[in-house]
């Protein structure tokens, strides 16, 4: 079964002061003394944060001193995947990436810690090296699909395609039952250009069930755009409403379904969509255009 790591939110403040023109000089030499003064007050409390963290990650691994090996290893493993976790959070990237590493070098080697690190690596969009992690990852466990599924992702992410491919045809032997690696090569698919395909794949994924409701946007909204390419105005239409109810005002299921009714001659239909797309891009010469087209 692939299981797709969840993305982890930075919680990181940030925060924004907007200056009106009118506002006088004091006020507005204030107004950054107060954000110099926030800054401060948050490096200070991240930096007290991570000094604790450090030291309550020492006193546990002290504790794990006197277990057993193979028992030792495993908590030490979930001490640091804890620790890199609240780094992260913190957008301290490099010390995440020091206990992704340390992982690594805990034995007996756990395979998994190469689908961990990987994953980190794709949300900072390092690909090259999450695909080596992945790969590795796939030769120390090759019956866990885990790996070519993130292989693939990888791939895809830097544009390689027809690698993604291999990889997703290898997590879909591997785990036939799930609909996430179909999901993704029908994604590749559409960027070749093989649309047949492509709609094969996504007509399988959503068979098979995708639990999350995000991927069952994108694979809406993926047939959805497919069936445009294929011709198929009445199924693109179907496919992007469903899209449309599980995510309302999305810009793009909006526009390819103005498209599909525009081809359909529903040139009220059509008009809504782009009228509704241009709400929410208004400077889009592409929507003017349409808009315009639908008016004349």
């Given at each position: 079964?692939?299981?797709?790591?969840?993305?982890?939110?930075?919680?990181?403040?940030?925060?924004?002061?907007?200056?009106?023109?009118?506002?006088?000089?004091?006020?507005?030499?204030?107004?950054?003394?107060?954000?110099?003064?926030?800054?401060?007050?948050?490096?200070?409390?991240?930096?007290?944060?991570?000094?604790?963290?450090?030291?309550?990650?020492?006193?546990?691994?002290?504790?794990?001193?006197?277990?057993?090996?193979?028992?030792?290893?495993?908590?030490?493993?979930?001490?640091?995947?804890?620790?890199?976790?609240?780094?992260?959070?913190?957008?301290?990237?490099?010390?995440?990436?020091a206990d992704y590493n340390a992982r690594i070098?805990?034995?007996?080697?756990?395979?998994?810690?190469?689908?961990?690190?990987?994953?980190?690596?794709?949300?900072?969009?390092?690909?090259?090296?999450?695909?080596?992690?992945?790969?590795?990852?796939?030769?120390?466990?090759?019956?866990?699909?885990?790996?070519?599924?993130?292989?693939?992702?990888?791939?895809?992410?830097?544009?390689?395609?027809?690698?993604?491919?291999?990889?997703?045809?290898?997590?879909?032997?591997?785990?036939?039952?799930?609909?996430?690696?179909?999901?993704?090569?029908?994604?590749?698919?559409?960027?070749?250009?093989?649309?047949?395909?492509?709609?094969?794949?996504?007509?399988?994924?959503?068979?098979?069930?995708?639990?999350?409701?995000?991927?069952?946007?994108?694979?809406?909204?993926?047939?959805?755009?497919?069936?445009?390419?294929?011709?198929?105005?009445?199924?693109?239409?179907?496919?992007?409403?469903?899209?449309?109810?599980?995510?309302?005002?999305?810009?793009?299921?909006?526009?390819?379904?103005?498209?599909?009714?525009?081809?359909?001659?529903?040139?009220?239909?059509?008009?809504?969509?782009?009228?509704?797309?241009?709400?929410?891009?208004?400077?889009?010469?592409?929507?003017?255009?349409?808009?315009?087209?639908?008016?004349?």
């Open positions: 079964m692939v299981r797709l790591l969840p993305r982890l939110f930075t919680t990181a403040a940030v925060i924004a002061t907007t200056v009106a023109p009118s506002l006088p000089p004091a006020a507005a030499a204030d107004t950054d003394l107060s954000d110099r003064l926030t800054d401060q007050i948050l490096q200070i409390y991240r930096r007290d944060f991570t000094r604790q963290l450090d030291s309550e990650f020492e006193q546990h691994k002290k504790a794990l001193g006197e277990t057993e090996t193979s028992e030792r290893a495993n908590r030490l493993r979930v001490l640091l995947k804890q620790r890199a976790d609240t780094y992260e959070t913190l957008e301290e990237f490099d010390r995440a990436e070098e805990v034995r007996p080697l756990d395979p998994s810690v190469y689908s961990d690190r990987g994953y980190f690596y794709m949300r900072q969009s390092r690909y090259s090296d999450a695909a080596r992690d992945f790969i590795t990852g796939s030769r120390l466990q090759p019956y866990d699909a885990i790996f070519s599924y993130g292989a693939g992702r990888a791939f895809a992410r830097m544009g390689a395609y027809d690698d993604s491919l291999e990889q997703y045809a290898e997590a879909i032997r591997l785990a036939p039952n799930d609909g996430l690696p179909r999901l993704s090569r029908a994604e590749a698919l559409l960027e070749l250009g093989r649309y047949v395909e492509a709609r094969a794949d996504y007509d399988r994924a959503l068979t098979l069930g995708l639990p999350r409701a995000p991927d069952r946007y994108f694979a809406f909204f993926g047939r959805g755009y497919d069936l445009t390419r294929l011709g198929d105005y009445e199924g693109a239409v179907r496919d992007l409403n469903a899209a449309l109810r599980l995510r309302p005002g999305m810009i793009n299921a909006l526009v390819w379904r103005g498209y599909a009714r525009e081809r359909l001659g529903q040139r009220a239909g059509a008009l809504d969509d782009y009228e509704a797309a241009l709400r929410l891009s208004p400077n889009d010469g592409w929507i003017r255009a349409s808009i315009k087209r639908m008016r004349s």
